[in-house]
């Protein structure tokens, strides 16, 4: 699942008019470089969840053919936040662990990986597995930290093991969704920290490539990078 629903507030007024995900950097939409990615990576089934001029979304996207994917969409209409946009898209995913991205981040990570995640948790029962990166320069306080391979419900110690920032690409068992009711807001960190005191979500860490591209600043910043990677590539 790709997240695509929020309104952007930050990226005004460049999302008055086109919705956050297709907002363009290095020439494509942001959520194409991750389908794009996806599909590269095996993973073509999809689900897309919009509010916000979401049908400019389906325009842009169709059912996903064009890309070797196979898109359908979850309609919210207001944004449901993260938890509740993906208890109101459950229908569409089924019952086995599914990944889902946030569609306004640009990374570098091998979504194949994510394959592999989604067997290890059918067999040992976690709840999540979240992919971590490096704290940015506007999220220096990080999220959750690491403690061989799991994600540890104590304090970190800075030294040690500090905190990193979640990276907004995770996989879900979607029985930790089930008390929300469809249609309903909901954020996603309250849930997690719950299955992070069971000690029921594993983790990694991604060193590579990662941008919260939550700014018009951010967003050029990106897009000149991506050109300049294309010259050079050319």
Known sequence: MILAAGRGERMRPLTDRIP???LEAGGKPLIVWHIENLVNAGIRDLVINHAHLGMQIEDALGDGSKFGARIEYSREEEALETA???AHALPLLGDAPFAVINGDIHCDYDFSRLKSTMERMIQNGDSAHLVLVDNPPHHPEGDFSLDGGRISPSIPN???RPFLTFSGIGVYSPGIFSSIKPGSKAPLAPLLRQQIALLRVSGEHHGGVWVDVGTPERLS????RLKLEQVHHV
């Open 20 to 22: 956050k995900p297709l």
């Open 221 to 224: 910043e990106l897009d000149s």
């Open 158 to 160: 800075p030294q040690s």
């Open 84 to 86: 509740g946009g993906i």
